[in-house]
């Protein structure tokens, strides 16, 4: 049989003219054909990084040395900085130094074919200032397969809104509403928020923001809570990320941006009761809107009954706002250098995108109280883009997906669930302006906002991730639901479709 | 015994190029500490460090793709990523349309893709398989429907070869993979490593049950048996793969107390099913030159060949295994070369049975 003989360069292999030069393409410094795999090298690094991976095979070769199970494992996508942890991990004993666990990263846009962030669109729109295209990800059932014609009709009715016909979209709402009637399950339901969203924004009978409703709102989101596993994976993981930032400190402050029902504490309490060592002085300052006040002061008095149930020391104090924005440092009467802070946000910054220069205040307020940790999780979407159709399409899948992972036998906590969701939606859909709340964006978009914002990156570990997963599997059954890690980040979502996104931030401090 | 494992690592390093080699003992490592001495696997860890990529509905290098979820199938969802061409007309990016077939003029091949990852690793939407289903769309001119099928070894065989089986049917029934003036779905089966050993067997049951399958594309297959052969003591050890490491797939996929002769294995061994008189699919197997397996791919060949079957053999001398990952390379090229003129050449079906060796230039 005949064998190739191929020609052998002396110090590589034999790569054609084109290739070379998508290697040497500078992709913010990485290397772009591995961006597109998922890993973050520096062209000028790729050396480096080989021979610290030899140095760990022949270190495991050994036979002697070998990583333990509980090793925890932090953002994979920065291959330097994971052989580094490694290399320290097997070899404690060098002289050297841990390395950052928060390695800083440029986030400038991938130019070329990287996958993500993805590239343009071509529709016709203005680009807004911040747009950071999603892939508008598409999980398609069985049953989407006879409801296509439905999803068509309801894009079709967007597209005459966003054209300003009024007419053919008034027709087309219609034909909607027939089409949805003759469908069932999880395509059903969404498909009549979104035909009753379009049929408000044509005939403007906009829905009001929660005025009056806010105790129903508070309703709504516990059986939210009870009934999915979204909220409690949001809650889990920002208070692993705040334990690990807390570790042996004796004093412990968080500020819940939107305190709610509080329904993340309890179990921080009781983390932090059963701490080695003993727990800290924990602190809780929980803010609300002006229509919430009164029951706020009821949360806190519950979670200091919890506390003193467990032995852990309790402060609470309320702070009452109409918007995130009016918060100023000194309402938070921080107790520099003796407490350890932790800010969280869950589902609340979006809103504050609703109005200009709210979050640049928000940002600055944080920074100014020099936290130890920022604990952030938000809705993994692009819902806020400047082209009505474009944010139509996107949430139209996202609560597809969503309203598909609530499917099941029926009960009044999914009942309550659904309309929870399709609020969201009636905002999405039929309001504008400062009225348009439910301005989500995607973790691209967030990490740009707090990297410009003068924050880094925490990573969120391997031992988060199992644990998470491992919650999911108790709590939530059917196994649809993943959990996914992407560059320090955790995402819950449902099927191949990230539904929210955990990050977790601190100062940038620098020089 | 460290200074011998130097002399590989140096060896291999001059074979590949410096970012495929950073990419693949990246992976090399990483199984390695997800593989237990007593067979389990940490999957929790695994899952974690895979790196994953979301489908697009809006096209991206003129692909879009969009992910399926099969729950009609008696015991398990089936999730498969089915990637398109970009319809030329803009106006249609970002839908999905389900009703109508992919051309009523033209054939277009539709491959149904098995991902490799030694039974074990990897899924569907694992960046480095959802890549190289988009560049398979995009330069052999297919469509591509990845399967998500269940890993060992918590699935051993045939949980992997029943969703096999599960997503050529499902495959076969849409509508919308339909092409030509016939209306039929023409379908290839392609996988790597595990896949290419998935896609020989769901062939073998598309045999069986009369479904028709145009061709098998195999890359590098994964393929064994119990005795040890001169290409796996010859390279043990030296281009990223160990008989170590195949060895405890092997004992993760196959049921419990079967050996490697078992024919899901070693399908022409001791215990193999000869394929005379059987009307098997043409195969494109693909074999690296540095990769341990060979002769166990290069057995498969000449098994198919001895019962008289058409099959292509692409030996390409200097690749290690995984040199698809990255199109930095000229074997890259060849692959996708000689995948195209395969599943392009519908006519040759009556050609005789004689099967060219092609080397790479």
């Keep these: 049989m005949k064998r190739e003989h191929s020609h052998r360069e002396t110090s590589s292999v034999k790569v054609d003219s084109s290739s070379m030069t998508a290697n040497k393409e500078e992709a913010g410094g990485f290397d772009e054909l591995l961006v597109v795999l998922g890993y973050k090298v520096r062209s000028s690094d790729m050396a480096d990084v080989a021979h610290k991976l030899e140095q760990l095979e022949m270190v495991l070769d050994d036979g002697i040395s070998h990583l333990s199970d509980d090793t925890v494992h932090y953002n994979p996508s920065d291959l330097s900085g994971w052989v580094d942890s490694l290399l320290f991990d097997l070899n404690p004993t060098c002289d050297q130094v841990k390395p950052d666990q928060d390695s800083e990263y440029e986030l400038s846009a991938i130019p070329g074919s990287a996958a993500y962030p993805p590239g343009k669109r071509t529709r016709t729109g203005s680009d807004s200032p911040t747009t950071t295209t999603t892939t508008r990800s598409m999980v398609v059932l069985d049953s989407q397969e006879t409801g296509v014609r439905l999803v068509h009709a309801l894009l079709a009715c967007a597209e005459a809104v966003q054209q300003n016909n009024l007419k053919l979209a008034d027709v087309l709402v219609k034909h909607v509403g027939l089409l949805a009637s003759s469908q069932a399950g999880a395509m059903r339901k969404v498909a009549t928020y979104f035909a009753e969203g379009l049929a408000r924004r044509i005939y403007r009978i906009y829905p009001h923001d929660d005025v009056g409703l806010s105790s129903f709102s508070d309703t709504l989101q516990i059986h939210f809570y009870e009934s999915c596993p979204y909220l409690k994976f949001a809650h889990f993981t920002a208070n692993q990320a705040i334990l690990e930032s807390f570790a042996t400190a004796e004093k412990v402050h968080v500020i819940d941006l939107g305190l709610n029902q509080g329904l993340q504490w309890p179990a921080l309490i009781q983390a932090l009761a059963l701490r080695p060592g003993g727990p800290p002085d924990f602190r809780l300052t929980g803010i609300g809107s002006s229509l919430t006040g009164q029951s706020i002061q009821e949360v806190g008095w519950k979670l200091g009954q919890l506390a003193n149930a467990v032995g852990v020391n309790f402060e609470f104090k309320s702070i009452v706002l109409n918007s995130l924005s009016d918060l100023k440092p000194e309402m938070l009467e921080i107790r520099t250098g003796s407490e350890s802070i932790a800010v969280n946000s869950v589902f609340e910054l979006h809103r504050l995108l609703a109005h200009p220069g709210s979050i640049d205040n928000i940002l600055f307020t944080i920074k100014s109280i020099k936290p130890d940790i920022i604990t952030v999780v938000e809705q993994e979407a692009d819902h806020n883009g400047s082209v009505f159709l474009d944010r139509f399409t996107e949430s139209l899948h996202y609560y597809s997906s969503l309203f598909d992972s609530l499917e099941g036998p029926p009960s009044q906590d999914r009942v309550m669930s659904e309309l929870y969701l399709g609020r969201q939606i009636l905002n999405l859909v039929a309001c504008e302006g400062e009225d348009r709340v439910e301005r989500h964006e995607t973790l691209v978009q967030w990490r740009n906002r707090f990297s410009m914002g003068g924050f880094k990156p925490v990573n969120i570990g391997s031992y988060a991730y199992k644990q998470a997963s491992m919650l999911l599997a108790l709590y939530a059954g059917a196994d649809g639901y993943k959990v996914e890690e992407h560059e320090g980040c955790l995402l819950l979502g449902w099927q191949t479709r990230p539904l929210i996104a955990t990050s977790a931030w601190r100062l940038n401090r620098v020089g | ?361």
């Excluded at chain 2, 974690?48 to 969009?66: M, T, W």
């Excluded at chain 2, 399908?267 to 397996?293: E, I």
């Design chain 2, 1 to 361: 015994m460290a200074a011998a494992n130097e002399d590989n690592l140096n060896e291999c390093k001059r074979i590949v190029p410096l970012n495929t080699w950073v990419l693949i003992s990246n992976f090399k490592l990483a199984y390695t500490l997800l593989r237990r001495p007593d067979g389990s696997f940490n999957r929790h860890l695994a899952e974690f460090l895979d790196r994953k990529v979301p489908p697009n509905s809006f096209p991206l290098d003129g692909v879009f793709s969009f992910d399926h979820l099969d729950s009609s199938s008696s015991s398990t969802n089936l999730l498969t990523r089915i990637y398109l061409p970009a319809p030329l007309d803009p106006s249609r990016h970002g839908t999905v349309d389900l009703t109508e077939p992919l051309s009523t003029t033209e054939i277009v091949p539709v491959l149904i893709f098995f991902h490799g990852g030694s039974f074990t690793h990897s899924s569907a939407n694992s960046a480095i398989y959802d890549t190289f289903c988009r560049r398979l769309v995009t330069i052999c001119g297919v469509v591509v429907v990845s399967v998500d099928y269940r890993r060992s070894p918590e699935h051993r065989y045939p949980c992997a070869y029943d969703d096999g089986w599960n997503a050529l049917r499902w495959v076969k029934s849409r509508i919308w993979l339909q092409s030509g003036k016939d209306s039929n779905v023409y379908v290839y089966l392609a996988g790597d490593s595990s896949g290419g050993n998935i896609a020989h067997n769901v062939a073998l049951r598309a045999t069986k049950e009369g479904v028709k399958v145009l061709g098998n594309i195999l890359l590098h297959p994964m393929f064994g048996g119990q005795e040890r052969t001169l290409s796996e003591k010859r390279l043990d050890g030296k281009y990223f793969v160990t008989i170590q490491d195949r060895d405890w797939y092997w004992r993760a996929f196959l049921p419990q107390g079967e050996d490697r002769d078992h024919p899901a294995c070693n399908p022409f061994g001791p215990r193999g099913q000869s394929l005379g008189g059987v009307n098997f699919p043409k195969s494109l197997v693909v074999v690296a030159g540095l990769d341990l397996v060979q002769d166990w791919q290069l057995a498969y060949v000449d098994g198919l060949k001895k019962t008289g079957h058409h099959v292509n053999l692409l030996y390409l001398e200097q690749a290690t295994i995984g040199f698809y990952f990255l199109p930095n390379n000229d074997h890259f090229r060849c692959l996708m070369d000689e995948l195209k003129k395969f599943v392009h050449s519908m006519e040759d079906d009556t050609l005789s049975k004689s099967s060219p060796i092609l080397l790479t230039p």
